[in-house]
Structures are given as C-alpha cells and as structure tokens.
C-alpha cells in the first residue's frame, strides 16, 4: 500500500507570497492529485497528473517520477487561497481506482 | 458539470441510534466512495462500491455498513452510532476507469455529532 506524505502540515504566508507544498509517495503511481478543501468541507479537485508539469491561473503543480515526488506552487498568494490542500495518489494497475491520502496541508493567507 | 450532493450538511445523533448518510451523484458514474475526515488522520476509506449491489470494504469498516440499491445512489448506514463516530463524512464518485483517469469528484460532507 502506498504511502503519502505532504509537507508542511501548517504553512502561514504573507499576501503576495510564493508558496510551496510537498508531497512524496511510496511506490509507483499512475496519477497524483491535488485537491483543495476550504472551511465547510467540500473538496475540489485542482489538479491530475502522471508527468510533467501543469498551470492553472496562479497554482503550479509538478511531478518527478523518478523521485516520487510532487509538489504545488502557489504564485502572489491571496487570502482566498486560504484552505487544506491534500495530495492523493492513484496506485498503478487496471482496475485500480482508489486513491491514497495524504494528510493535508493547511495553509493560511494572511492580508 | 458533476453534482455530487450529501442528504444533510450537519447532522446530530444519540448514542445508539441507527443513521443513515445518504449520496446522490448525476453523472452516471459507476464508483462511489465514502470516506471519513478526522483531524490529523485525514480521509480514509469506509467502503466503496463500483457497481449497483457490489461493495468493498475500505480501511476502518467496522461499525459501518453501505447500501447501493441504484447507481446514482450510495448510503452509509451507522448500526448503532457511537460517540467515536463523530466526524465529517465525504461522499465521491469516479468513472469506472482504474489507473489516471480515476479523478474522484467530492459532495459537500456531512458533519455528524454523536452524543
């Protein structure tokens, strides 16, 4: 089973700052992905990856295969961007749908 | 876009009543998931199911059941709540394909107190 971890667990920011959140797996994968949770619960998905590099507006994500390794860039953050981001891996295999959590990161934007 | 929508946002209950959490999806997707949020833990898998009457066990079962009677419709039914029980529940669904296509698109949750 795989395993995932992020870092940091908590992350405080000044507005406008570049923001960094890491997340490193266990075994091979076939998808990592990003996800953000604001307060109330609901859980969005921001990103899906297996190689590369992908942009969205301000938030960057990365993946290194060979490192197991991901990591989700936020550029002049913003208040809003305030929220728990989680990585989840998706294990390789057909057939395999289930996604392996990590615990979160909680980040808070301060004006 | 798809709608996943949780019968209750936040729900109370008492030591050993039977409830129900409910998940309705709109996309026709075939797997549906529920997870329970705990802080520090982060979500884990109660069960899943991938097909109409099929169901799988996920990380902590125990003291859970599940219910798909239809496909756009998965339930979570607690026997006999318990106070370790309380926590926010998420329900998600996803395409049947495995591998990278597996996005899972999440309800609101539902945040159950059990007293």
């Known amino acids: 089973k795989n395993e995932v971890e992020q870092s940091p667990q908590n992350l405080t920011a000044q507005e406008g700052e570049f923001i960094t959140i890491n997340c490193s797996y266990s075994?091979?994968?076939?998808?990592l992905h990003w996800l953000q949770q604001h307060p109330g619960g609901g859980i969005v998905s921001l990103f899906m990856?297996?190689?590369g590099k992908k942009k969205h507006g301000r938030l960057i994500a990365t993946i290194n295969i060979q490192e197991k390794h991901s990591s989700l860039h936020i550029t002049a953050s913003h208040p809003r961007d305030s929220a728990v981001y989680i990585c989840?891996?998706?294990?390789?295999?057909?057939?395999?749908?289930?996604?392996?959590f990590g615990k979160g990161t909680k980040l808070s934007v301060i004006p | 876009d798809v709608k996943v929508t949780q019968s209750s946002r936040y729900l109370v209950k008492r030591t050993g009543e039977k409830v129900f959490l409910e998940c309705v999806q709109d996309?026709?997707?075939?797997?549906m998931f529920w997870y329970r949020q705990d802080p520090g833990l982060g979500l884990r898998l109660i069960y899943f199911?991938?097909?109409?009457?099929?169901?799988e066990k996920g990380d902590i079962p125990e003291g859970y059941s599940v219910s798909r009677e239809k496909k756009e419709r998965f339930s979570l039914i607690l026997e006999s709540a318990s106070t370790n029980q309380t926590s926010m529940y998420l329900c998600?669904?996803?395409?049947?394909?495995?591998?990278?296509?597996?996005?899972?698109?999440f309800g609101p949750g539902t945040r159950l107190t059990v007293l």
């Open positions: 998600a669904s996803s395409l049947l394909a495995g591998g990278s296509y597996n996005e899972q698109f």
């Open positions: 075994v091979g994968i076939s998808a």
């Open positions: 990856l297996s190689s």
């Open positions: 989840a891996a998706s294990d390789s295999g057909a057939g395999s749908y289930q996604l392996t």
């Open positions: 996309m026709d997707h075939e797997n």
């Open positions: 199911s991938y097909d109409v009457k099929m169901k």
